[in-house]
Structures are given as C-alpha cells and as structure tokens.
C-alpha cells in the first residue's frame, strides 16, 4: 500500500494557509495514483509529530510543500518526524540538490521516503512558467513580457535565494519571456524597484511562496507599489512607474504544484502509473479559443 | 426466510428492541468463499457461534461431484458436512447477522488498528453478541467524540450506516442541516467557528453546527472524524492499547528550536507553577478537547485538571508552544509597583473584564446591562475615566522616567 503524506507549514492566524496543501492533496488523489494522500502541517493538525500515525500504508512518501532547503527541511521536519539516524549529509545536497532519504520513523517504527522540498524541484520551473500563464490568461505568453521571480533573500537562509536564482536561470535559457531576473523582500535587486530593472512593459511577477499570506498579500503589493494599503486591493495588472506589473500571488497555490509532489515521490521511487501525465493534463490553462 | 440465530420472540417479549432481518448479501457470501479458498479443510473460518470449512470428508463420497465441499460446525448442534456452495450459502443465510458482521469489520473495516478499534467500540463489538448489537443497530446507537454525535445504524444487508453531526444538532431533521457525503468536505467546516473566526486549534470546543454526513460508509465515518479532529483516533487507539507515547512539558521544550528555543529558559528549577497556568489557560475543557495526559516531567505532576476528554493529548500542541514563547519573554520581566486609585468597584470590574475576556463572553453581554464590570459602556467610562491622553491607566506612566533618574 503506497502512501503520500505532504508536510507544509500551515498557520495558528491564517485560514488560507492550508489550502494549497489541500488542493493538491485532492488533485493527486484523484489520479489514484497512491493508496491514501496525508497532509500534516507545523502549525496545524495532524502535527508533524503525529501524522505518521494516521497513515496505513507501508511504502510512505513525505514531501515538504516548502520552497526551499533550510531549517524546516533539514531540521524541524526531521526531528518531528522522528526520522532515526536523519542527518542532513543524507542528503548531499549543494542546497538545491536534496533528492530522497530512506529512514526509518521512530513513531511507527516503519521506513519511510523523505524527500527534498517541492521548491528546488526542477519541474518547478515549469510551475512558475504556468503561474505567469494563468496571471496572465495566455498559455503562450512570453514576448515583450518580463518574468520577475521573486522570494525571501537570504537573510533568513541562504538557500532560499539559490532556488529563486535556479529557476530565474532555467527560464531565461529557454528563450520565452523577453527579460527574466531574480528580485528579493530583503536585499538587492529589491522587488520595490521592479520598474527599474525590466525594459518590458509587461511584467509577470511571480513570488516564489507556498501560500498567499502576510508577505504575498500585504508586503509585496505594498512594496511593489501595487496599491497604498493592501485592504484597497489591486487590480491584475496594475501599472507602476510605466510598468504594467501583473501579480501572481503566490506560486504554490498553481494547481500544478501538484505535479511537483509527484515528481519527488516518483524520483524516490513511488509508482506511479499515468498519474504525471494526468496532472499536466488537468491542470493546464484553457486557450479561451 | 429463517429467523436470525437468537429468537426475536423471546427478545420482544422481554420489551428488548429485536434483531432486524438480514439478506446476506452476495459480495458478503463471496468473501466467505474466497477466505475459504484459501485455507487448508483443517483450518475453518471462526464467526461468532460457528465455523465453516472446506471439508476433506468430500472425496471419501462415492457420489462425485454431488458431494459438497464445504462443512459447518455450530458450536451448540451437530456438525454438517458435505454441504454444497448452495446448502452453504443457505446456512449462512440463516446467520446473515453474524456472517455480515464478520465482512463489515474484516473486508470493509480492514485491519488498520485505529480504524477497525474505533468502529468496534462504536458499537461495542469486543464486547456485546452480534445479536444484541444488530438489534441496537437497528435502533440507532449514538456516540460521542468530541463536540460530534455519531449514529451508527445498519440495513438490511448488514452494512453499517453513519450519521455524523454536531451534538447541538441532534434530533434535528436531516432535510434543516447542510449535508455532505464526502468527509474531506469537513475540512472546510472545521476552519471557522460560529461567528467567523479561525479554529487553530481543531479540538478546540468551538466546531459550528449545522451540517451533517447523514450516510456514511464505515470507512468514510473513520475519516471524517479523523478530518474534524485529527490523530485524536489514532492515539485513543494507542492509550487503549497501553502505548500512548507521552511527551512531558520539559522534554518537549528542551526539544525546540529556532524562534522557539526560547522556552527552555523559562524552566529555571524554580518549580513548575509557570506550567500550571499554561495548563490551566490553554489546556481546560473549556478551551480544548482533549485530555491532558503530558505533566511537567516524569515525577512531576501538574496540579490542574487535565479535563475529560475521551480522546488524549499525549505532548503540548503548537499552539501552546507559540504562546509559551510569548510567555517566556512576557515572564523575563521583573514585577515593579505601580500605584493606581481605584473605587472598590473599579477594582471589581478589571477583575470581571478580565474574566469575561478569560472566558470568551463578552458577546454575550448585553449592550445595554450596565450591571456588568465588562460592558462594553462601563468600560469605555472607566477608560474615559482613568486613562490620560497617552492610554496609561490612572495616568502612571509604563516605563517611569523619574525611576529610571532615582
């Protein structure tokens, strides 16, 4: 019996924060492609220590809804999860490079599969492009637009501005979008200054976040310049400075996000049958024709 | 059809409620041949009064294929052999209760240990006879869990049927309730309280009616009461069976870190009254659900009341971390002496505001009930009264200048 359990964040004041995790739940369970899909959350029940309880099956994926290696995926989750023997080397991991531990959890004394985190994943480049596509209402967009990917800098941990970089750089190879750059909260290049640093007069601005909270819905379209006070709200896109700057909102909340979990289970090992075709497929932005 | 194994004659007369009439269904009767299929004749299938088994007596019969394969052992009458797929399926039929018992728990239910132990106890299966559970099936046994109400029933095929609702809403007709048939939709009914507010906490006492699951598989049921309250089946199930893993105050303190290592500090071996208050603000029944079985450490209890939860709570919750931290800091300060005048019942009434905010009732004071310290009228004369221009009480400043220069 082959078991998902998504491990996120979640919240003790924002209702919204566990949706995300919920929705792509629900998407993978409708692929049947595991035998139970779990969600156990830091700060929302189950709580990581006792999600692993509830679960029945024996061959037990857990993937952090988290977008980027640090202190969550290599500490706390670990050591709530009572993975025996866990240590970060497990991983070898150059901070973007976590792929999957075999260990196994002291709670119920089986193995299981920790994987790396959703946000280094390289499918979530695709995510972040499909973002932009649903922003924006175009499955082709890219020319005379530029794609701002922004995050966290590295204040709180290095490794959240090499996943912003690593997915800024494999959009930029690809040639679709006239201009890509990487813009931080708290260093620069700053996302305050957007404007300046994009030629385009369209730019997509996708944060790199799991759910829409304080940052993604009140820090950022503040700072931008989206609106004075985010109670007033903002219309998609806005103009700023010249620039007519379409908000994302928070990239973890793309229905697609769903192929990234499996992506991680699968490269751990789960099978899982047609079930990444079936994702891609049903998540995919309509052409409106 | 033939009567059901215990006589409901007899049951009626006594005034007890009757055990119902059971088709046996095919996919129940299947799984019977299926387990069969698989065993050796000299390992027969146990129900609750009988077995059944193949029977290795068959190929001693002259007949052929006229002889049957299969043989039944009553436990009180005479062993019958050579039956038939047939004859087989008719004597089953005539045990309907016990043979859809039998498939309700291990083909529907399964083996998972919370699952099966949490619908067992439902209707009392480790303790009461097949017969007597049908019959108060059939009448509806109701369960508490929580703030939930669950009714477990059973059709006339044997298969277990839930209804599942808030406690307020019992006895309330199906058709004046939001129903639901899938038990992730619960997800959204646990997110927000009655008036709107988020529930970080899912045991907290504060899950809003008006809603039911009115017809629930026996694995749905499982999983919507997991959904409302998660874990809180699985480690009832460990408590019952003695491997309730507790984690105590200070092992789960010392165990934090980040932002939240903090707490620590705030146990100095200087006792563990700061506990208490923990306990006593977040822990009791009045703000969440669950029992209480973490202490202060191994040899220390906490002299709180843990609550009467049927469901435990084996280490502090996150929420009771996050406020702790807060409290860490909060209780890092040094008390100092502030001098207020207040007429004794200005006196009384911080005190009644302070309980009406402890106690969450505020709304239900009345706009206009200037008898109470906390409305909402004498409190804004007591600000209007007491504060000066800069919101200090009785114009004493926080942080006092002139103390600082003594």
């Not at chain 1, 037990?60 to 977008?67: D, H, Q």
């Not at chain 1, 649903?134 to 794609?147: A, I, K, R």
């Not at chain 1, 793309?254 to 075709?277: F, N, S, W």
């Not at chain 2, 084996?314 to 207040?342: G, H, I, M, N």
Request: hydrophobic fraction near 35%.
């Amino acid at each position: 019996m082959q078991s998902l359990v998504i491990v996120a964040h979640g919240s003790h004041l924002n209702p919204g924060s566990s949706a995300p995790t919920y929705d792509h739940a629900d998407t993978i369970r409708a692929t049947g492609a595991f035998d139970e899909v779990k969600t156990g959350f830091w700060k929302e029940e189950p709580h990581f220590r006792e999600v692993l309880r509830t679960v029945e099956g024996d061959e037990i994926y857990v993937v952090p809804l988290f977008i980027s290696e640090g202190y969550f995926t290599e500490q706390v989750i670990p050591r709530e999860l009572r993975l025996d023997g866990w240590d970060v080397s497990e991983w070898d991991s150059d901070g973007l490079s976590a792929d999957q531990a075999s260990l196994v959890a002291e709670d119920i004394d089986r193995e299981i599969h920790y994987c790396g985190p959703v946000g280094t994943h390289r499918a979530m480049t695709d995510v972040i492009v499909r973002r932009a596509e649903s922003v924006t209402g175009d499955p082709d967009v890219g020319e005379e637009f530029g794609l701002a990917v922004v995050g966290h800098g590295t204040e709180r941990n290095e490794n959240s501005a090499k996943a912003i970089e690593y997915h800024a750089d494999r959009i930029a190879e690809r040639d679709r979008f006239d201009e890509v750059r990487a813009l931080y909260m708290d260093e620069d290049p700053e996302v305050d200054d957007l404007p300046e640093y994009f030629e385009s007069d369209d730019v997509v601005l996708v944060p790199l976040f799991i759910a829409d909270g304080y940052h993604t819905q009140e820090d950022i379209p503040e700072d931008v310049g989206l609106c004075e006070d985010h109670t007033e709200g903002y219309d998609v896109p806005t103009e700023v400075d010249g620039t007519r700057i379409w908000y994302a909102g928070a990239v973890g909340t793309e229905p697609l996000m769903a192929d990234v979990l499996l992506e991680r289970a699968a490269d751990a090992g789960a099978d899982l049958g047609t079930a990444l075709d079936d994702v891609r497929e049903t998540t995919r932005v309509a052409t409106g024709d | 059809m033939a009567e059901p194994a215990s006589d409901p004659a007899d049951s009626a007369r006594d005034g007890d409620p009757e055990v119902p009439d059971i088709d046996l269904p095919s996919d129940a009767f299947d799984a019977v041949l299926d387990a069969l299929a698989g065993r050796d004749p000299g390992e027969p299938l146990r129900f609750e009064g009988f077995s059944v088994g193949r029977d290795d007596a068959g190929e001693d019969s002259d007949d052929g294929d006229a002889a049957g394969e299969y043989r039944l052992d009553p436990a009180d009458g005479d062993r019958r052999t050579g039956l038939s797929e047939r004859d087989l399926h008719e004597a089953l039929d005539d045990r309907a209760p016990t043979v859809t018992d039998w498939y309700a728990f291990e083909r529907v239910v399964g083996e998972f240990g919370p699952r099966r132990a949490f619908l067992r106890w439902l209707e009392d299966a480790d303790g009461a006879t097949v017969a007597t559970r049908y019959a108060a099936l059939a009448e509806g046994i109701e369960r508490a869990w929580g703030e939930l109400r669950i009714t477990a029933t059973i059709t006339d095929r044997g298969e277990r049927r839930y209804d599942v609702r808030h406690a307020d809403d019992a006895g309330v007709p199906v058709d004046d309730l939001d129903a639901y048939d899938d038990p992730l939709d619960a997800r959204e009914l646990v997110k927000l309280d009655e008036k709107g507010r988020y529930r970080p906490l899912k045991t907290a006492p504060s899950l809003a009616g008006g809603w039911v699951f009115p017809d629930l598989g026996a694995r749905d049921a499982y999983e919507l009461v997991e959904t409302i309250y998660p874990a809180t089946v699985a480690n009832w199930h460990r408590e019952r069976e003695g491997e309730l893993d507790v984690t105590h105050w200070r092992e789960t303190m010392e165990r934090q870190s980040g932002i939240y290592g903090v707490v620590k500090t705030w146990d100095r071996g200087e006792g563990h009254e700061h506990v208490n208050w923990v306990a006593e603000a977040c822990c009791d029944d009045s703000q969440c659900l669950k029992r209480r079985e973490w202490q202060y450490d191994d040899e220390t209890d906490l002299d709180v009341d843990g609550g009467d939860g049927v469901f435990p709570c084996r280490e502090p919750c996150s929420v009771v971390v996050s406020a702790a931290r807060k409290w860490t800091r909060l209780e890092s300060e040094q008390p100092r002496t502030y001098e207020f005048d207040l007429t004794p019942s200005e006196k009384e009434q911080v005190e009644a505001i302070i309980d009406a905010v402890a106690d969450g009732q505020i709304d239900e004071i009345r706009e206009a009930d200037t008898k109470e310290g906390a409305n909402r009228y004498r409190t804004r004369f007591l600000r209007a009264k007491l504060f000066d221009e800069d919101g200090n009480l009785g114009g004493v400043p926080t942080e006092s200048d002139e103390e600082d220069e003594e």
